[in-house]
């Protein structure tokens, strides 16, 4: 079931949500909880068009989204899980990285990703057991084996009260060593520069099951790692730190992170 064919749909319907995002009708913003963390009636028109047509492309799943106060548990079957606009701050400053981000998780496994940047029309997709891919073609982790060699991505978790912002330690620690790093404000999007080997390294402080769900499919499927600040499993049922590497050097920033 879980095959090009439904990846080819669901890259479909990212198109379709795509075009609500480019279109820019309404940009009204609304304020949610925390600091900075904003909402468009574009992300809630998103999120209501991919819940109503997901579910008709596999039977009996349900959903999750960041936009939806009725979300399924992820680990129940078919679940989608959504963000329907990563990088909702660039989309309201204009800044050309928002992306919609379709995950799969079947009974409790990340199993397919489609990720669609529309500005670029830009598209990143994997299937558990059968390959990512960047506009069709095969994507994979590079192998660099020291922080020296790569450029850092990190989210500041924005929506933390500033204060209690932990990102800027381990960054730190990491900035002395690396090429440089970056912050694109589109969590989904750096993990899939982990991912087709652009980078070796993303960290945030604070990152939801929304953020990364279709980003890990295509990670795991490109021979990356994901994981907690404290080198445990993600959580997917809780908001938390991740840190995501080639694999190579996962144990490296671990330690430097905890420095």
């Not at 319907?13 to 309404?26: D, I, P, Q, T």
């Not at 068009?49 to 799943?61: D, H, M, R, T, W």
């Not at 909702?88 to 799969?104: A, C, D, K, M, R």
């Not at 769900?213 to 990670?219: G, M, N, W």
Request: net charge negative; glycine share 8%.
């Amino acid at each position: 079931m879980l095959n090009k064919e439904l990846l080819e749909k669901v890259v479909n319907l990212a198109r379709e949500a795509g075009k609500m995002v480019l279109n820019r009708e309404n940009t009204k913003i609304i304020e949610k909880d925390g600091v900075a963390n904003f909402v468009t009636p574009t992300d809630i028109a998103i999120s209501n068009f991919l819940s109503e047509e997901l579910p008709k492309i596999l039977a009996g799943s349900k959903i999750i989204s960041e936009e939806s106060k009725h979300n399924a548990r992820y680990d129940e079957g078919y679940v989608w899980v959504l963000d329907p606009i990563d990088g909702t701050n660039n989309f309201i400053y204009e800044l050309g990285l928002s992306v919609i981000s379709i995950g799969l998780f079947s009974d409790g496994i990340p199993s397919l990703g489609v990720i669609y940047n529309p500005y670029r029309d830009e598209v990143y997709t994997g299937i558990r057991g059968k390959g990512a891919w960047w506009n069709g073609k095969r994507i994979q982790v590079n192998q660099n084996t020291a922080v020296s060699q790569t450029m850092v991505m990190l989210e500041t978790g924005s929506c933390n009260p500033r204060e209690e912002n932990a990102t800027f330690a381990p960054l730190k620690e990491v900035f002395r060593d690396c090429i440089d790093y970056r912050v694109s404000g589109c969590s989904a999007m750096d993990i899939c520069y982990v991912a087709s080997g652009k980078v070796s390294v993303f960290f945030s402080e604070l990152i939801s099951i929304w953020d990364y769900a279709a980003a890990l499919t295509i990670l795991n499927e490109a021979g990356g790692k994901a994981t907690r600040w404290d080198g445990s499993p993600l959580d997917h049922t809780h908001s938390g730190t991740i840190l995501v590497t080639n694999g190579i050097l996962h144990d490296e920033m671990l330690r430097r992170i905890h420095a």
